[in-house]
């Protein structure tokens, strides 16, 4: 069996981490139990992480990583009076994708490290949606991205709802949409 190079292990445990919390939630994510179900001793799992601090942060990483190249894609080929919809749209198929996501997020929060890396990276995010609603918005700059931020949060709570099947994948979409577009 070929041994795997030093990334394509960093990615398959990454894997392995996200179908553990989405099977279990984020609290049941461990170095120990990831080394465990990747089939690899701890020691590897260590080298690559470190904490499970570093881990949920890199796993967290890796899946804002995909969310805002999902985004970049989806606003590509959006025509100007659909931006709204082609955000929500494309903020919902990544929950629905990526559950685990929400879940990380809940669990970075308690430590004001990871907090602050979260924020770092949700402020990436903002950009994103700040600059494709800039020329669509008479707003000024800060206060389009204050606004982003704000709708994220909504984002988020929204998600909950669609991940604990209280809302449908639609009405999440709408409820977004109408949301960036006010």
């Given at each position: 069996m070929a041994r795997l190079s030093k990334q394509a292990r960093r990615e398959q445990l990454l894997d392995v981490a996200a179908k553990l919390v989405r099977g279990k939630g984020a609290d049941a994510?461990?170095?120990?139990?990831?080394?465990?179900?990747?089939?690899?001793?701890?020691p590897i799992v260590y080298?690559?992480?470190?904490t499970r601090s570093g881990l949920l942060l890199a796993l967290y990483r890796e899946l804002d990583e995909r969310h805002r190249a999902a985004l970049t894609d989806a606003l590509?080929?959006?025509e100007p009076g659909t931006i709204a919809e082609v955000m929500s749209t494309a903020y919902f198929a990544c929950a629905i994708d990526?559950?685990?996501f929400t879940s990380l997020s809940?669990?970075?929060k308690g430590d004001p490290e990871l907090e602050a890396m979260q924020h770092e990276l949700l402020a990436g995010y903002v950009t994103l949606m700040a600059d494709a609603l800039a020329p669509h918005s008479p707003l000024p700059?800060?206060?389009?991205?204050?606004?982003?931020?704000?709708?994220?949060?909504?984002?988020?709570?929204?998600?909950i709802e669609l991940t604990h099947d209280r809302t449908t994948a639609a009405e999440a979409t709408a409820a977004l949409a109408a949301l960036i577009r006010d």
């Open positions: 994510l461990t170095l120990v139990t990831l080394a465990e179900v990747a089939g690899v001793s701890r080298d690559h992480f470190g590509r080929s959006a990526m559950p685990e809940a669990a970075l700059k800060n206060v389009l991205r204050l606004r982003c931020r704000g709708v994220l949060g909504a984002a988020e709570a929204i998600a």
